[in-house]
């Protein structure tokens, strides 16, 4: 329909035309940074991952350019911390090996993970647990793969209901692995951090950690915004550092825009009203015509 013109404004695209539409379309296809991560968390309460080594080994060892460029191929940029670019006022953690070689990667991961215990002959063993979706699946297997040939982790593929598993990751004992994710409700950095707080209901890998609560309680009274943020960005440091959720990329939004469409303002909430669009009107040379 939009190639047609009888759409101006699409509200997403299929992600499996992601390299066509932006080859086709150009500037008409607008992809912006969305206040949204995708991860999947670790049972810190539990064996295997209540150790901080085998954590860590787990999250070295997937490849996020390889995970983002192959598995996803949608523009969505690899995540290597919790807190998504862009936003306000706010510089978001990323781990510092993010610019290191992926063989120096891979040999810390490789060197966690036998100080843990874990060898070709007695290798980690278990399971992920994701929602049922094609593409939660194939995130899935992308991630069993790297986790096999990289250190060597058995893991074995678990998907339910999205219901089901809701109600399950109440139970730590059902799932070591989970698949989740989450959206900002407002453009702040405390609607991502305030989920990891002691006790918290979407707190689902049980991070627990005073010292984190205690800078999220000092950012919540700090008038000064800089200061604020950067009690914020102390704290996001503090809980990227302890391992609780391999974070895998950050989501980003994408329309097709007609060039016809003005007023258009792309933001990291994707919240567009149409009262503040409007279309171009026709030059008076075409009217003529």
Do not use: C
Not at 19 to 39: D, K, M, N, W
Not at 141 to 158: C, F, H, K, P, T
Not at 163 to 192: C, H, I, Q
């Amino acid at each position: 329909m939009f190639r047609a013109g009888e759409l101006d404004y699409t509200s997403n695209v299929p992600s499996a035309l992601f390299s066509t539409l932006r080859e086709t379309y150009g500037a008409q296809f607008s992809v912006y940074p969305l206040l949204s991560v995708y991860f999947l968390a670790f049972d810190m309460r539990e064996p295997p991952f209540d150790d901080i080594r085998v954590r860590e080994a787990a999250t070295r060892a997937v490849d996020r350019d390889d995970f983002v460029d192959v598995v996803l191929g949608t523009g969505q940029p690899g995540a290597w911390g919790l807190v998504p670019p862009g936003v306000d006022g706010y510089e978001s953690f990323a781990y510092a090996r993010r610019d290191e070689p992926r063989a120096a990667q891979l040999a810390r991961a490789r060197e966690l993970y036998a100080q843990a215990g874990y060898s070709d002959e007695r290798p980690l063993r278990f399971e992920l647990l994701y929602n049922t979706s094609d593409n939660h699946k194939k995130n899935a297997v992308a991630v069993q793969a790297m986790l096999r040939e990289n250190i060597g982790a058995d893991v074995s593929l678990i998907n339910q209901e999205w219901k089901v598993m809701l109600e399950n990751r109440k139970s730590p004992e059902s799932w070591d692995l989970l698949r989740l994710g989450w959206t900002g409700d407002y453009n702040d950095a405390n609607t991502f951090l305030e989920t990891f707080r002691s006790g918290h209901p979407q707190n689902t890998s049980g991070y627990a950690d005073p010292q984190f609560d205690a800078l999220l309680d000092r950012a919540n009274l700090e008038p000064d915004p800089q200061t604020r943020a950067n009690l914020l960005a102390e704290a996001e440091e503090t809980l990227m550092l302890a391992y609780p959720v391999l974070p895998l990329y950050f989501y980003v939004s994408k329309h097709l825009i007609s060039d016809r469409v003005e007023g258009y303002q792309p933001n990291i909430m994707d919240r567009t009203y149409s009262k503040h669009l409007r279309l171009a009107q026709p030059s008076q040379a075409s009217l003529t015509q």
